[in-house]
């Protein structure tokens, strides 16, 4: 059966509360206090104190933390585009290696026809080494 419910047990009882407190609470609860002050006693006083020190502390080093990480994400950033700056000059440097590799090629092909050309017509000068 349900705590509370009509032929079980009294929920009351089941949280140990007789029915002089659970009528107290009732009563508690529905009135407002309008100056609730109670005394603090020294000992809470330096509890408190002592939790807004290490409060102050926490925060401190959070912000001290929040800093440093600000700090890396800029260089991380600035490290990120300096990276592609240099992939992008090396890809610069690339093309421009190879567009040099393709003229000499195309000069070196020129000139080793015009030797051919020159050795098929006769027109070169004879090989002094030759006997």
Known sequence: MEVGSSGGPNK???????????????????????????????SQSKKFVALQQHTAQLTEKYDNLSAEYAQLKASHTQQRAESEQIKVSQAQQKAEYEATYEQQKAVYEQLREMIMNMANSGTCAPNLFLP
């Open 12 to 42: 009351n009882l089941v949280y140990g509360l007789s029915n002089t407190t659970a009528d107290n609470l009732r009563s508690t609860r529905s009135v407002s206090t309008v100056r609730s002050s109670r005394s603090i006693s020294s």
